[in-house]
């Protein structure tokens, strides 16, 4: 995938803003016991940045676990949209390459679904730049279970649909992938299984909230929608959809000591 390429959808969200915040899933509490044990830390009470926080999903889970956190956002649609639904939330313009915080200030950096996004050979000196020491990077990604049979099938169908094969396949914003993790930092990974029941309706919005129907333009989108809608009506004939999901955590403690409040 080029570079431009890449940043084509790295903004590809902000037209859809309103529809990422409404049907993108959340996340399980299990992920927050997990960051907390692998972080060595408690959430409530801890200094966080947020990281390409978009409308806010993650950093609203945060804030309810007591952590003090900063949403960290770039896109102008998803900041309004993180503002409209978050107004008690901080939130600052910018993004993992080029961090608006100060030095050293920080128990933890956190990327829900975002770190992909970044330029690792930037993002991650700016992660040790505003981190304490013995803070955290943490960065998740919330992937559909292909171990279960209907979503297996429905990758394959995704993947054909987009002529993706081994040789051309990346690892940004697509399901069932394990991102790869930056050089140069010692990472504890874990992975949570977890699911949701949603309408069919619901399930299919979803889908169309990643950067790869949001690049594809309205007619490609509806023609593949109208085809898996087909799909999966006799899969679930009630009209909802129990969705699989594997959350992949990785969590990096820098050297030193950060102080239990």
Known sequence: MTDTSHARRARSFDAAAAQYGAHRPSYPPALFDA??????????????????????????LLHERGARVVAVEPGDGMAAEFRRTRPGVPLVRGDGDRLPLAGGTFDLLTYAQAWHWTDPARSVPEARRVLRPGGA?????????????????????????????????????????????????????????????????????????????????????????????????????????????????????????????
């Open 35 to 60: 960051l907390e044990d692998l972080a060595g830390r408690p959430l409530r009470g801890a200094r966080v940045a947020d990281v390409g926080a978009g409308t806010g999903i993650a950093t609203g």
């Open 137 to 261: 990077l943490a960065m998740w990604w919330n992937d559909m279970d292909t171990d279960v049979p209907w979503i297996a099938g429905q990758e394959a169908r995704l993947k054909a649909f987009f002529q993706v094969t081994e040789d051309t396949q990346d690892t940004q914003d697509t399901q069932g992938t394990f991102r790869l993790l930056p050089a140069g930092l010692e990472f504890t990974t874990r992975r949570l299984r977890w699911s949701r029941r949603v309408s069919l309706d619901a399930h299919l919005a979803n889908l169309t909230t990643h950067s790869a129907f949001l690049t594809l333009g309205a007619a490609g989108t509806a023609e593949f929608l109208a085809q898996e809608r087909q799909a999966l009506r006799p899969l679930f004939p009630d009209g909802t959809v129990e969705e699989a999901y594997v959350v992949s955590l990785a969590v990096a403690v820098l050297p030193g000591t950060t102080p239990q409040r």
